[in-house]
């Protein structure tokens, strides 16, 4: 390896290492702010807490043998609303694709879904499943699937045309072309979407 590699390598390792020390910082200004501020009384500790009542919290519910239950019914509620929004958001973008004359009917409408305030429906939505996990549950699908739905969906029909077209030309059936082009193609797309949806799935866990 030469001088100039190994010169070029310490400085992508140096600039990680800064990039991972400049967050740390933020993150404990962001805190250090944030607690000043609550022990002025400049904000309403009662709706936004503060670091300290947080980690008091966290130690109160250790100390209760609590903390980790709720962790462990919150990480399930969100694997289980993850893999089933990205599963249920493949599949219709996949139905979508295939079928186009659905895909423009729907649009709009999936468009409006986007839109709405999905967490305000949370009421609503423990009236009629209950205060349960599965409500839960479908709270994060509500939040989560039509993302999925909409960026796997543009990912596919932006796949690149001519490509398309060479395969329609050597007569490739519809599930070849998604099998062998579609799919493939879209898939740093769909790992982006999955990120996302993990979030989603968090915030409506």
Not at 103 to 116: D, F, H, Q, R, V
Not at 134 to 161: C, E, P, R, T
Request: with cysteine.
């Amino acid at each position: 390896m030469s001088y100039e590699h190994k010169r070029y390598l310490r400085k992508l390792k140096l600039n990680r290492i800064c990039i991972f020390i400049s967050q740390i910082l933020i993150f404990i200004i962001i805190l250090a702010i944030w607690q000043i501020l609550a022990n002025f009384n400049l904000i309403n500790t009662f709706i936004t807490s503060s670091p300290k009542k947080v980690l008091d919290t966290i130690i109160e519910l250790h100390n209760s043998n609590n903390l980790y239950h709720h962790i462990w019914v919150t990480t399930y509620e969100t694997i289980i609303s993850f893999s089933l929004g990205s599963i249920i958001g493949i599949i219709i973008a996949t139905i979508l694709w295939r079928i186009n004359f659905l895909a423009k009917i729907l649009e709009p409408y999936l468009t409006i879904l986007n839109s709405l305030p999905k967490v305000a429906l949370g009421p609503i939505i423990l009236i009629w499943f209950g205060a349960n996990i599965k409500a839960i549950i479908i709270m994060a699908l509500l939040i989560s699937v039509i993302v999925n739905v909409i960026n796997v969906y543009q990912g596919f029909i932006h796949v690149d045309n001519n490509r398309l077209k060479l395969m329609q030309s050597f007569g490739a059936k519809p599930w070849q072309i998604y099998c062998k082009l579609i799919f493939p193609e879209t898939l740093p797309n769909i790992i982006s979407t999955i990120k996302i949806s993990i979030s989603m799935s968090l915030i409506g866990a």
